[in-house]
Nanobody, 125 residues
Framework: VQLQASGGGLVQAGGSLRLSCAAS????????MGWFRQTPGKEREFVAA????????YYADSVKGRFTCSRDNAKNTVYLQMNSLKPEDTAVYYC???????????????????WGQGTQVTVSS
């Protein structure tokens, strides 16, 4: 089981980026996928999640209205579209899979079963 996150980079405040997380080794269409982020010296925090079936989405208050999580189950890929980026969005972003069930949801990182390697997002002011 492998998760490969990509799409990070350097962007000016107000700009946009789209992160991708490609899963391999197993079909993840039945499972919830989550995005988390971490800055040095801080704990990893929940950003967004999307359920396996039906595609219900969940967002942290700090990104609601700016970020959109989606998935393409045919490609085993989850996306995080990030708009109106702010300097405080700067972090390493991680994707993860929660395998409790197709409609399960959690914002607790300890519940997630597999993690990608992270991709750096830097937003300049």
């Amino acid at each position: 089981v492998q998760l490969q996150a990509s799409g990070g980079g350097l962007v000016q405040a107000g700009g946009s980026l789209r992160l991708s997380c490609a899963a391999s080794g197993r079909t993840f269409s039945s499972y919830t996928m989550g995005w988390f982020r971490q800055t040095p010296g801080k704990e990893r925090e929940f950003v967004a999640a999307i359920s396996g079936r039906g595609g219900s989405t969940y967002y942290a208050d700090s990104v609601k209205g700016r970020f959109t999580c989606s998935r393409d189950n045919a490609k085993n890929t989850v996306y995080l579209q990030m708009n109106s980026l702010k300097p405080e969005d700067t972090a390493v972003y991680y994707c993860a899979v929660y395998m409790a069930g197709p409609y399960a949801y959690t914002a607790d990182e300890s519940d997630y079963d597999y993690w990608g390697q992270g991709t750096q997002v830097t937003v300049s002011s």
